[in-house]
């Protein structure tokens, strides 16, 4: 090697000190088990143009007030099937909403959701709840600058059980390339 390719490959390392990750999402998935307790109005994935996409779900409540409501999310990686990664715990929303801060981690993903919902505030729910237009650019963020997750493909699912009986179950599908 000569001296040249040597300095030449110093000054690239030196340079080149970010790396840039791009995270997409890919699917959304809504389902309400018991279709007496609630509906999906919509749930998809609208393209602006080959790299901004947005999610947006409204799921109508057909037994108002909600009192007793927990949480159950975790993430799960794409390994020859998806299988847990990092999060999979149960929160009681009406307790966390009463104070964030009291779980880190769950406040971790609520301050990700709390700005592109209606989820900001505590019970009882009496009302639709509606995700509108959230966008990855703040999952990539999180994902990336705070917590560095490896290269792949990624499902973000959300598990609601009300009155201890699983009713609905939310999948956000992505990559991280």
Do not use: W
């Amino acid at each position: 090697m000569s001296v040249f390719s040597v300095f030449f490959l110093l000054i690239t390392v030196c340079l080149v000190t970010k790396v840039y990750s791009r995270y997409e999402f890919t699917n959304v998935k809504c389902e309400c088990f018991d279709k007496k307790f609630c509906e999906v109005d919509y749930c998809y994935i609208k393209s602006k143009n080959r790299t901004y996409k947005y999610i947006s779900v409204r799921c109508k409540l057909l037994q108002i007030p909600l009192t007793n409501i927990k949480v159950n999310f975790g993430l799960y990686q794409r390994l020859n099937g998806y299988k847990p990664f990092l999060y999979n715990m149960t929160v009681d929303a009406c307790k966390f909403l009463k104070s964030p801060q009291s779980n880190p981690v769950a406040n971790y993903f609520y301050n990700y959701f709390k700005d592109v919902s209606n989820l900001n505030h505590s019970c009882p729910f009496d009302h639709d709840i509606i995700v509108d237009k959230m966008t990855a650019e703040s999952f990539l963020h999180r994902a990336t600058n705070i917590l560095p997750f490896p290269k792949g493909s990624y499902m973000f699912q959300v598990d609601f059980y009300i009155y201890n009986i699983k009713r609905a179950v939310v999948q956000l599908f992505g990559s991280l390339s």
